[in-house]
Structures are given as C-alpha cells and as structure tokens.
C-alpha cells in the first residue's frame, strides 16, 4: 500500500511538474530552438528529482565522457518512458523522431516542434523513411545528437532482442560515429505499470562505434555492446530476479 501511494504522488508530480514548467517556459517558444531543449531538459530533472523524492528510486549516468558535444547518433536500448527523458540531461542537444500526431498535443506538441524534433508519418513507409532520414540528416549536420531506439518500442527487461534495420538506414545517412547506451530502466518503470519501487536506474554511455562499417558488422557490434551491458545493469538490481519476474507480469498483463 505503502508503494501504491508514493508511485501515486509521483504521478502526480510528473504531470503536474509538465504542466506547470510548460506554462513557464511559453516564453521560449518564440525564442531560439535550444530554449525549448532547456524547458525539456528542465521536465526530465524534475522527473528525476520526483522519482529519488517519493519513490526512493536513484538515477545515475555513467560513460558521460563518451558523448561527444558535437553530431553522432544514439542508439539507446529502449525498456521505459524514462528513456526518452534521460537524454535531455545526458547529451547537450538531442533530437529524436516522434510520431506526428503528438505534435499536436498540448504542451507536449508546442516544445516538441519548437525544440526542431523529427516528425514520423508511420503509416508513410518508403516516402516517409526518406523525408524523417534527410531531417535527421539536417538536424545532425547542425551538430546535434540524433537519438533513435534500435528495437523501436520499449521491450521487458531481459527479452530477447529484436534490432530493426531501421537503426542503420540511420547511421549509413548520418555518416557519424554511433553512441551505444545501455540501461536498466525496465526494472523499476517497466510499460504498462504503475509502481515504482526503489531502486537504481543506470544509463551507462558505452565507447562510440565508429563511421562507415557495413551493415552486418555494424547491426552486431551495436547489439554487442548494448545486450551485454544491459544485461550487466540488470543484475545489479537488489533481488533482480523478483523484480524482473514483478516486470515482466505486469507487461504482459
């Protein structure tokens, strides 16, 4: 019960922090693009600052010498919506693809187009895949970290994993080095739940993969270096085998 009621409160805060920042920040709407990366950036401190507060749960960013200032591409495992906050505190300008119809939600939808991300038709196929790669292009090519996630929807802790072609049309049109991260979020705020119990989230930056490999060494030195590295995560967790087992019900629920 006790579990019930702190998840409850951060609920609470993590929307209510949302609102009340996207309120704040309307002035940097009509400001250049990396003011509305700060308001983002500002939401994920505060999701951070919500989820040590109520819930016990501590976040910790390892490998942050690894990500470069400058363009690269992220390719992140994908376990949680936690993932798509984190890199607003880890790397310095992300952009990363969302779905079209969220740009016109409120708040959301304002910072989100704002902030130059990268819209996705996915009903569009080819067409669509050539517009969203030549944008990524152009955000890239104003030095900014274009975040994709190999596996494209968030899998349960421990799954077996399932990377999309689409991570390499990626890396093959942006001709930059590939920055793998590695995570363990699935643990503590795994789809579809609503407890969060205490615990670790680590997002560890591993070492770049470099320009210009060809599609299948490049599709398994990703692979390499995130799966084992998460899976590491993973195991640190105190009595990760309950919490796995806790996860993977509820997902699957």
Same mark, same amino acid.
């Not at 969220?102 to 996705?120: E, K, N, Q, S, T």
């Not at 890396?171 to 793998?180: D, F, Q, R, S, T």
């Given at each position: ?26 002035? !940097? ?7 509305? %990366? ?5 939401? =994920? *401190?505060?999701?951070? &600052?919500? +989820? ?22 992220? !390719? ?7 993932? %798509? ?5 880890? =790397? *310095?300008?992300?952009? &990363?693809? +969302? ?155």
């Amino acid at each position: 019960m006790f579990i019930w009621l702190r998840s409850f409160a951060f609920y609470i805060w993590h929307y209510l922090s949302m609102g009340v920042l996207g309120v704040v920040f309307i002035p !940097a709407l009509f400001l250049p693009q990396k003011a509305s %990366i700060a308001a983002a950036r500002s939401w =994920a *401190k505060a999701t951070r &600052f919500g +989820l040590r507060f109520f819930c016990g749960v501590q976040t910790e960013i390892r490998g942050i010498e690894n990500m470069p200032d400058g363009a690269c591409l992220i !390719a992140s495992k994908h376990q949680s919506t936690y993932d %798509i906050l984190m890199p607003f505190i880890y =790397a *310095k300008n992300p952009a &990363f693809v +969302l779905k079209r119809e969220l740009f016109f939600y409120p708040i959301l939808g304002w910072y989100g187009w704002r902030a130059d991300m990268i819209p996705i038709d996915r009903g569009g196929y080819v067409k669509t895949l050539k517009k969203m790669l030549g944008r990524a292009k152009e955000e890239s090519q104003r030095g900014r970290q274009i975040l994709i996630f190999p596996e494209g929807t968030r899998q349960i802790p421990g799954a077996t994993p399932d990377y999309k072609s689409g991570v390499y049309a990626m890396y093959k049109e942006l001709n930059e080095p590939c920055i793998p991260v590695a995570l363990n979020t699935g643990t503590i705020w795994p789809r579809g739940s609503f407890m969060r119990r205490p615990g670790k989230l680590v997002f560890d930056i591993l070492p770049a993969i470099e320009a210009g490999l060809p599609r299948k060494e490049f599709m398994q030195r990703l692979q390499d270096n995130i799966e084992p590295a998460s899976n590491a995560l993973l195991q640190e967790q105190h009595s990760i085998p309950s919490k796995l087992d806790e996860a993977k019900k509820e997902a699957q629920a």
